[in-house]
């Protein structure tokens, strides 16, 4: 077992230390704390990575709400316009 600090696995995956801790927030990445600092076992880290290079990526089509909110408010508009005899 070889215990390395964020700094270094951030320097071995070649990301910055701010995604390192989305991803240890998240679960994503396997880690520990080792007196309330996270820390990473190096073979995990590359068994880890070994894994997702091995994994199917599947992509969400991203929405936006907006939209439904924008008609919503068009609708409203347009009834209130008519209540008010407005056009």
Known sequence: MKIVTIQEVS???????????????????????LNGLWRFDMEKIEDWVTESANTKVVTKRVTKKTTRNQDIDRIIKHAIEDVNGNE
Not at 16 to 23: F, H, R
């Open 11 to 33: 320097e071995f995956l070649k990301v910055k230390k701010l995604t390192l801790y989305s991803w240890v927030n998240q679960k994503l990445i396997p880690s520990f704390k």
